[in-house]
């Protein structure tokens, strides 16, 4: 339940306008969009389909998922795996820092902004039943709107088992409810015949 709602409202008004200023752009039918405020507003489409009750920090959570993420450039760590993991767990960080000052601007007591930082820090996931969700959301989101792109991308440096094996683990961080809803997704029956590969359906 939302308990103010004009404060929330103005919450995720302030999280889009934040991302409105990325200046990476992703084009849909012509038209130019900034690429984390798009994402941001793809993962509360999401979580509208998949779970309309969440709790008011988990929709927060939602949309603050990756804000202002372009600030922190991947290329500013060591181009290694234990790079991608340091820059990783600094943008936990720091997504939750960005949403929670801007949440304390609004009035929000530090109970709620310190459960949307414990969501962003995907503290518990498996344990936590809102971490899972928060999980479940980003990964229906990939696969409904950025697993074409990646598959594309990737496919000339990754061999078809290394792309597998990496929706395979997206999948095992999924809960049963979230399997639910993939399969369930407007796939095309390229992307489809993938997914179903890795799943050995």
């Not at 988990?58 to 372009?70: D, M, N, P």
């Not at 991608?84 to 709620?112: P, V």
């Not at 310190?114 to 696969?143: H, R, W, Y």
């Amino acid at each position: 339940m939302i308990s103010d709602l004009t404060r929330f409202n103005q919450a995720i008004a302030k999280f889009d306008a934040a991302n409105a200023e990325d200046p990476n752009k992703e084009v849909i039918d012509g038209k130019e969009y900034p690429k984390e405020l798009l994402y941001a507003q793809r993962m509360s489409d999401m979580l509208n389909r998949f779970a309309p009750d969440a709790p008011e920090h988990v929709q927060l959570a939602v949309r603050a998922q990756h804000i202002c993420r372009w600030k922190v450039p991947r290329d500013g760590y060591p181009m290694t795996k234990a790079g991608y993991y340091q820059w990783r767990t600094y943008l936990y960080g720091f997504h939750g820092e960005t949403a929670g000052a801007i949440m304390q601007e609004l009035g929000y007591g530090q109970e709620i902004i310190d459960k949307l930082k414990a969501l962003l820090k995907k503290e518990k996931l498996k344990l936590n039943p809102e971490t899972q969700l928060l999980e479940d959301v980003i990964d229906l989101t990939f696969l409904e709107h950025y697993l074409e792109a990646f598959v594309t991308k990737y496919s000339s440096q990754y061999d078809e088992e290394k792309l597998l094996d990496i929706l395979r683990k997206t999948w095992k961080k999924m809960s049963e409810s979230g399997h639910e809803a993939a399969l369930k997704l407007n796939y095309t029956p390229e992307m489809l015949a993938v997914v179903k590969k890795a799943l050995g359906l």
